[in-house]
């Protein structure tokens, strides 16, 4: 009934940028929290960041000042902008949505999308 697709990931060098996107389709209600997780090889999944649908945000210490969690409501899309980039970075990043879906919430990842920073 619902999909997430993200986009953006890539190759990028210490100290540049990258832009991910998540977009959500289907018979979808609300979106009442969209959020990032990242996980890189041998680890756990972690948070990065989270939005509500009143704009409330929250972030990792790792990347606070650093990246920004943003969302388009009419467009059903959250995005992460990810400035001055470090190898430590890297890691799949998944989307994550909390999703009204026939009066029932749902919850949902995106399929995940590689960032690699190299030094």
């Known amino acids: 009934q619902v999909q997430l697709v993200e986009s953006g990931g890539g190759l990028v060098q210490a100290g540049g940028s990258l832009r991910l996107s998540c977009a959500a389709s289907?018979?979808?209600?609300?979106?009442?929290?969209m959020g990032w997780y990242r996980q890189a090889p041998g680890n756990q999944r972690e948070l990065v960041a989270t939005?509500?649908?009143?704009?409330?945000?929250n972030y990792a210490d790792s990347v606070k000042g650093r990246f920004a969690i943003s969302r388009d409501n009419a467009k059903n899309t959250v995005y992460l902008q990810m400035n001055s980039l470090k190898p430590e970075d890297t890691a799949v990043y998944y989307c994550?949505?909390?999703?009204?879906?026939?009066?029932?919430?749902?919850?949902?990842w995106g399929q995940g999308t590689q960032v690699t920073v190299s030094s």
């Open positions: 939005i509500t649908n009143g704009d409330s945000t």
């Open positions: 994550r949505a909390h999703i009204v879906v026939l009066g029932t919430m749902r919850f949902y």
């Open positions: 289907g018979s979808i209600s609300s979106i009442n929290f």
